[in-house]
């Protein structure tokens, strides 16, 4: 095997061969996911460093590599010895990638990247900050110096019933059509995968925890092309797609068919979520190209409004996911002292509970187990070295979802293993009402979530905390466990909450080196009440699991969020039994007494 | 005096010799002031409409003005027999000035307004909307047919001591000069009044409740012209002007200094500031112009964090317009039953209780008295035709505020005056909720008003309620009440809140035909705690005046809110006590006791 050093030195060689004073390896692959294939590790394979986040830049004497806050460590450790600077994103005096090569070189350098690794914006964003030197959207150099390279993943797809998807292909490419406005000549090109999975009621194994198959798509008036390897679908499935009008075609042929687009047509891409390759093939025949009117994507705007067979699975993946973590905390509580748990054997045991229903697909992402000061850390993930031992003290905060075949789930707990302190149920409490006042809010129809956030981080401002992510996300059905296009943040986002929607809801508080507390559920925006003031939607809580409530300081609740977790309980009590044995019953039971 | 039809057929006249199919008269007058001269009001005079608020468009054959729901019948009855059109924004069917213009006539129409009347950005917003007519900054077609125009305002003007601004008009230079990167060969050119009045520490009456003098300036990097006729200002004042660097030319010669600006120097102007002819004479001569770096306006931006002395003249300016206040309701409370009162009536004695300072400079704006269901138009103005008699009876809402020498007030208080019904308590309750929560609110630095107002609304959303106005503006330091470029709204606007601007607080609920009920305050942003968690900013509530305790429901309200209504009570008590009589210390006693 190749070491570093020598991988950046054949790349090197290439990028002489291509002109090129600088080369920059993404992470993404050409679809712009959140999770990538083996086959598209190219920044791993380059620089050796194996986290899902950085940056590697290649000079003709330097080498550098970006990463943020949570690679750190891991990141120093595995770029000993390889000969790449790394960059610390955030810190004092570390440069952006723009200002790093603008320090490194003469203007007028050529710098490339793999144009199929850079959506159009990106590029177009990059090129601007790093002028008078020139950006090339030039070849994949890394290719021809990855023998070993993984192929594309070949995971069997299948389609998602209608009773599961609530609405045909058929339909899909009506609505697709109507929203985005394609006329008789235009095509709609579509990179993202989860707006693919979602318009071709299509789902695979090609990437972890979201269940995508690659592929592309094109949009036209009355009828569609699917760039998809035909030997991952049944021949069931096949027939079901062509009979709606989908013609189906190697993924491969994707960029053959974009440059032999009749001259003709009008091609709407979404900058975004489109590489600057397929752009630059367009441009370069002088194809009229027109911008997807929806800058977040008409299908992902589209794809985000649940419609009622999907709600009802969403519903119904709850269920199986709450009986699974009933069971989970029981075994939690039950093998504490007794056998040794830690972060990583919770995880396991976490999957092992869910695939006992036959619905279970897969985890959602990574499990996140953060016992104690690990809760701390946001976007914590044990491994073999930080893997901590769980023992009966302190708070133990998981977070966690599952991929079922009717929806996705999400859910953070935290649960305290010993007697609280007075601190920890301030703390803990703090983080509860704020997760209440969001689950309990009205709000006008148009609501942003950049309104709603202060709800949710409110009762914790007025004790002078905050936390450092967002308050609620976009969930997937049966898909991305993130997706857009609404949020609830501090950071404006033009996107409305919308009946239909499903977001999460979680608030934290992080002590260094103390805790960490999180509350999450996922809600459904409803429709509420019209009246003179006009319309109202509010949140309902669709996640099942108790909350713990050891560590509520009840004095700090008011009546009304008292009314709402024992409500809350209530429900989950009510919508899990019929799944529990007599023992699950009675622990379910004292789990969800009212306070 | 001509008839309004006589005036239309005399600006057709003009209209023709200029070779105009139509003609655009907005409400401006040349600084884009909220209220104008009667030098400017060129619209009323054309149409008749006397309203603050419209837009006149003739045409060779038909005449219309567009204007709000406020004033619709008064639009209606003062445009009777006109022949001009009543435009009702907003009214399902009504067509945008634009539209109007676009279906009267043919394309490539030629359309002139005065171009001193239109900011640059407003000129090329509706020039794009026009299109393919052709918008032009056409002459001033009003003022040869206005034979009997008043003149320009010559009131006296002054200028503020230092220990009222806080700051010399030498420091504030250097202040603009470095924020809004002024440099040697830059002229920065300055329209609006209140960033003149504030930037030269003067004052004026030339404007109605805006205590603003008729002005231009030109900031260079080491010295400063004004353009204000000289006859304004005292001696004195002049000399304290010169000496800090500033030329004094007369307020007509702005537009000839603009057309002999050395073309070697590059001009700052804010195109939301600036009208449209001063940026076509400098474009004319190829003169380079560079937009202002702050979008509000450098000024601006600066005049809204106020300083030391400005927030202790405040602080002084609430304190008089709290002890007429109290006098106010005392009078209110003995008269009502013995003597006729009414809207105007009540008005008139604000006004005659706060000139009893002799710091008292007039009102800052027009007061709202609306008695019961007149309380549910937000923006009711009594007329003769209106002035309800105020009764023992239901509510009567009150929004008023002073000009004082160092501070401007604006404070809405509600009343119940006679036995409180459920569903006033609970309506009552729901503002006062929401005025407090954002009383009390705790937030991170960098927090925009957009994330804050749900505080306000909150309390009225969770029961199907919402207002239609924004919850808080921006106030000037004895200036505009109305002043940029924080707000508290749905809407979102990317100015953050910053230690030393005053916003009011004004959460609000209406019932159609029943009754209004507002509470305001003005507030001061202070920093609260830094620590590991950030840097961490509150309101200062600086109104100082009882709050109406009657209508309260308790039950409704947090121990908290008990508190912080307490607390408020108990300052408003120990601030106006030392300038009150025997008598008025026994009422506020009362009004502010503990609940």
Redesign the interface.
Known sequence: MKSIPQRLSDIRSLMAQHKLEAYIVPSNDPHFSEYVADRWKCREWLSGFTGSAGTLVVTTTSAALWTDSRYFIQAEAQLKGSGIELMRMGMPGVPSIEQYIKDMMELSSTIGVDGRLFSVSEFERLSDALAPNKLKAAADLVNPIWSDRPEIPKKKAFLLPENISGMSTTSKLQQLVKAAHIHKDDIMLLSALDEVAWLFNIRGADIDYNPLVLAYAAVYYDKAVLFVDVEKLSEDDQKVLTGSGVHIRPYEEFEAFVERIDITRNVIINPRKTNILVRQKLQHRSVNIIEDRDANGTATSLKAVKNEAEVAGFRHAMELDGVALVRFYMWLEDSLGKETVTELSIADKQRELRAMSDEFMGESFGTIAGYRCNGALPHYSATEASNAEVKREGFLLIDSGGQYRTGTTDITRTVHLSTPTQQEKIDYTLVLKGHIALA?????AG??G??????AR?PM??????YGHGTGHGVGHFLNVHEGPQSIR?Q?N?VTMKPGMVTSNEPALYR?GLYGIRTENLTLCVP??T????A?ERFETITLCPIDTKPIEKSML?PDEVAWLNGYHQTVFEKLTPYLNENEKAWLKAKTAAI
Chains 1, 2 share one sequence.
């Open positions: 309990m809010a009205v709000f006008p609501t942003r950049s309104q709603l956030d202060i709800l409110g401002m007025q004790h002078c905390i905050n501090m404006e033009p260094p509420y009440v009246n003179e003031f006009g109202f008011t």
